[in-house]
């Protein structure tokens, strides 16, 4: 069993920046991926950014040069660094969780990120 918790979302306006993060807990020690996914009003749920325990990572072309994902492994915690936020990025930001090896998907509740213009 894995529990997913994230944190450090808010309002904020076009140009400025928000650090999420997604405390795990679990036996997670094996080899898996966790990402970021998120949600606007009226759309479907889309990917951010993963990244693997191994540290291979993988950006949505919309984030790529603004957004940076990392994980400290001992803490078991992942990490989404989004700059230059710009109104689009607006959306309930998602916590995931898999292991490399199985189909089965682990979601945190969420947490909002809004951006002015």
């Known amino acids: 069993q894995v529990q997913l918790v994230e944190s450090g979302g808010g309002l904020v306006q076009a140009g400025g920046s928000l650090r999420l993060s997604c405390a795990a807990s679990?036996?997670?020690?094996?080899?898996?991926?966790m990402g970021w996914y998120r949600q606007a009003p009226g759309k479907q749920r889309e990917l951010v950014a993963t990244e693997t325990s191994g540290g291979t990572t993988n950006y949505a072309d919309s984030v790529k040069g603004r957004f940076t994902i990392s994980r400290d492994n001992g803490k078991k915690t992942l990490y989404l660094q989004m700059n230059v936020l710009k109104p689009e990025d607006t959306g309930l930001y998602y916590c995931?969780?898999?292991?490399?090896?199985?189909?089965?998907?682990?979601w945190g509740q969420g947490t909002q990120v809004t951006v002015s213009s």
């Open positions: 995931n969780f898999r292991f490399t090896d199985s189909a089965h998907n682990w």
């Open positions: 679990g036996s997670i020690f094996i080899r898996n991926i």
